[in-house]
């Protein structure tokens, strides 16, 4: 009989609790929910107000996921307070805990360091064609944590930032121009003479390649089955593909009707009957 009445006098504390805890708890849900539309009407108008002033894209990509993650941990303190967690235990709790997820979290606090010292440095931004990883693309968007690239076949190529603020990176837009180097071997009885003239002319031909620097052809190799002629010549970074596809096109339709050889490797087999 004793024991029944334990059992009920537990029941009955664990009411009194959950009627105490209930108005905490409509009000925590009350403000996670409220909390989570001010984040997104917030993280808006953090958006269009970058759209409106013409800030760095960068800037604004890395401060939008920045602003966005803090208002989310500041809302999480909130709600936490709220079910009566007190503010100096939540602390001690978060010191506590921080050794630990500071250890689990190495690689991640890696890379928020690594965002900010490219948001610093810059060694690219939103907009630059990037050499990075051994991944060739568009920056598509800079987080606190990552690096969105858009690669040449339209896929997104995802890369912490703490590799990327300790690797080698090739930024083929900090200037203005770029020079392209096209290598073709012509047969020793070719005339080297007519094949360099024609290779200029090919340039001279495209609007796209500059003519100041003036195009260069040099001798570059005297190679076992040809002579490699290599072509030198600038462009501008958005009509630099353009420019290195014709001149591949158009040295073989050239040469082709020149009568000069373009050399391949030929295998002759001998039938003994």
């Known amino acids: 009989m004793e024991q029944l009445t334990d059992y009920q006098q537990h029941i009955e504390n664990a009411i009194d609790w959950a009627w105490k805890l209930l108005p905490n ?4 849900i009350l403000i996670l929910v409220v909390g989570l539309w001010v984040v997104k009407f917030i993280n808006r108008l953090v958006r269009k107000f970058f759209e409106r002033k013409d800030y760095d894209e960068t800037l604004e990509s890395f401060l939008q996921s920045f602003i966005g993650i803090t208002l989310k941990v500041i809302l999480f303190v909130l709600v936490v307070t709220q079910l009566g967690v007190k503010s100096s235990s939540l602390v001690a709790i978060v010191g506590a805990a921080g050794l630990a997820v500071g250890l689990a ?21 939103v907009g630059d064609f990037i050499s990075a990883q051994g991944v060739d693309g568009t920056v598509k968007e800079i987080t606190i944590f990552t690096t969105k690239l858009n690669t040449f076949g339209n ?3 995802i890369i912490p930032n703490g590799q990327l603020s ?38 001279a031909d495209h609007d796209g390649i ?12 005297l190679a076992d089955s040809a002579v490699t002629l290599s072509l030198r010549f600038w462009a501008k970074n958005e009509d630099f593909w353009a420019a290195h596809f014709y001149v591949l096109e158009e040295l073989k339709q050239r040469f082709d009707d020149a009568g000069i ?5 030929q295998r002759v087999v001998h039938s003994v009957d």
């Open 25 to 28: 708890l409509v009000t925590a």
């Open 105 to 125: 979290l190495q690689g991640s606090l890696a890379n928020f360091a690594g965002g900010v010292l490219i948001l610093l440095f810059k060694p690219f931004k």
């Open 155 to 157: 896929q997104v190529a």
């Open 166 to 203: 300790n690797s080698n990176i090739i930024n083929y837009n900090v200037e203005d121009t770029r020079r392209d180097k096209i290598d073709v071997g012509i047969g020793y009885g070719s005339n080297i003479k007519k094949a360099k003239d024609l290779l200029l002319q090919i340039c």
């Open 210 to 221: 500059l003519q100041e620097p003036v195009p260069e052809v040099y001798v570059g190799e």
């Open 261 to 265: 050889e373009i050399p391949f490797p």
